[in-house]
T-cell receptor
């Protein structure tokens, strides 16, 4: 069964706005990762946050992790048309190396 | 660097036919994975390998077999294709439990 669940399923924003999506998971994790998938392409790793970290930044991306609530959020600031894609969270549990993916959030950035 | 290369990119099969999907990685990664992605869903793990000569079942292994005879290659086989196996298949590799690198995918239709 899938560990993570993203919310919302779809998001449409204007270029320049911020996009926020959330991920909830069920069991304790070693790390949580976010991936992007452009239409018809493979997944590309965006950012990894470990269970002992609360926030991480990478360029226009900001990820938070709340292990007490078993949830994470991905914020994309100042969105661009090129950010149009599906975003997936994936978790890795302790003593494991397999990713468990959520169903993803589809983000559309309007020009 | 090619990264992770999947062949073929597209394939159409008739029910009952067999085929093999090839995944090759040039990053000397120990771990390799096969996933399937169906509309509106995240990736589901079919089989994985933790090193040359090893394979293990993932979340949805039925109807598939795999082999890892060489460290750089991971083959996914369908012995008797069924319409339920129509999907997009992704291969990935990783050094450890952190980042996975994905191929571009194989679109398979079973008629």
């Amino acid at each position: 069964s899938q560990q993570g669940e993203e919310d919302p399923q779809a998001l449409s924003i204007q270029e320049g706005e911020n996009a926020t999506m959330n991920c909830s998971y069920k069991t304790s994790i070693n790390n949580l990762q976010w991936y992007r998938q452009n239409s018809g392409r493979g997944l590309v790793h965006l950012i990894l946050i470990r269970s002992n970290e609360r926030e991480k930044h990478s360029g226009r991306l900001r990820v938070t992790l709340d292990t007490s609530k078993k949830s994470s959020s991905l914020l994309i600031t100042a969105s661009r048309a090129a950010d149009t894609a599906s975003y997936f969270c994936a978790t890795v549990t302790y003593n494991d190396y397999k990713l468990s993916f959520g169903a993803g959030t589809t983000v559309t950035v309007r020009a | 660097n090619a990264g992770v290369t999947q062949t073929p990119k597209f394939r159409v099969l008739k029910t009952g036919q067999s085929m093999t999907l090839l995944c090759a990685q040039d990053m000397n990664h120990e771990y390799m994975y096969w996933y399937r992605q169906d509309p509106g869903m995240g990736l589901r793990l079919i089989h994985y390998s933790v090193g040359e000569g090893t394979t293990a079942k993932g979340e949805v292994p039925d109807g598939y077999n795999v082999s890892r005879l060489k460290k750089q290659n991971f083959l996914l086989g369908l012995e008797s294709a069924a319409p339920s196996q129509t999907s997009v298949y992704f291969c990935a590799s990783s050094r450890d439990s952190d980042i996975q690198y994905f191929g571009a995918g194989t679109r398979l239709s079973v008629l």
